[in-house]
């Protein structure tokens, strides 16, 4: 069972940050992409960054210009910072990593992030 560690949710008013930190195996860190989800409840599972393991990002439209993603290869460790954040950021982040065959994923636990006044 591959166990993917987040750390870093909380309650943050609106225009605050937040980092989240996400540690992997090195088995499966290594080489390999990691992302960061979000989930509503009753909505889809967003995108809401991703990295390669040769730093080639994409985000969420959303995310554009507030957050941002980086990977520290030597912890083997994932980041998602965020900043200007928003009350409609208020979701459950997952971490995730693909796996094979493709189109599946592991996924971290989960961490709420509430964005409120």
């Known amino acids: 069972q591959v166990q993917l560690v987040e750390s870093g949710g909380g309650l943050v008013q609106p225009g605050g940050s937040l980092r989240l930190s996400c540690a992997a195996p090195?088995?499966?860190?290594?080489?390999?992409?990691m992302g960061w989800s979000r989930e509503v409840p009753g909505k889809r599972r967003e995108l809401v960054a991703a990295?390669?393991?040769?730093?080639?990002?994409t985000y969420g439209d959303f995310a554009k210009g507030r957050f941002t993603i980086s990977r520290d290869n030597a912890k083997n460790t994932v980041y998602l910072q965020m900043n200007s954040l928003k009350p409609e950021d208020t979701a459950v982040y997952y971490c995730?990593?693909?796996?094979?065959?493709?189109?599946?994923?592991?996924w971290g636990q989960g961490t709420q992030v509430t964005v409120s006044s």
């Open positions: 990295i390669t393991s040769s730093g080639v990002i």
């Open positions: 090195e088995s499966i860190f290594i080489g390999n992409a």
């Open positions: 995730y990593v693909p796996r094979y065959p493709p189109g599946l994923y592991y």
